[in-house]
């Protein structure tokens, strides 16, 4: 017997089955609820605008250190696959084009 699907499953299934404009509408929507709860709750901007630059530098920490790490702060190669629903050979081919195309430029 199967459990029973969480909540925030079949709310991300049901997202994901939507189509562009209607994903669009809800980020929309979205984004314009949180702005209002903010306004409601948040009574001293500047703890908002100091808690704003905290995420900001974080998120700036994490890329200097996927930078560090992996040289690099692109996506995994086995993200960009699964992403694009390409074979490896796919992209293969196309990282060699890019390759040759950006050393046809020096």
């Not at 939507?18 to 948040?42: D, T």
């Not at 074979?87 to 890019?98: F, L, N």
Request: with cysteine; hydrophobic share 50%; aromatic share 6%.
């Amino acid at each position: 017997m199967r459990p029973p699907k969480k909540s925030i499953h079949a709310v991300t299934t049901w997202v994901r089955r939507q189509p562009p404009k209607v994903k669009a509408f809800l980020a929309v929507v979205s984004g314009m609820a949180a702005l209002v709860f903010l306004r409601f709750i948040v009574h001293d901007h500047d703890n908002l605008f100091v808690a704003a630059e905290a995420v900001h530098s974080l998120g700036i920490s994490v890329l200097i250190y996927k930078l560090m790490k992996e040289k690099s702060c692109a996506v995994e190669k086995a993200e960009r696959v699964r992403r694009r629903g390409l074979g490896a050979a796919q992209v293969k081919r196309r990282e060699a084009v890019r390759i040759e195309l950006w050393l046809r430029t020096m």
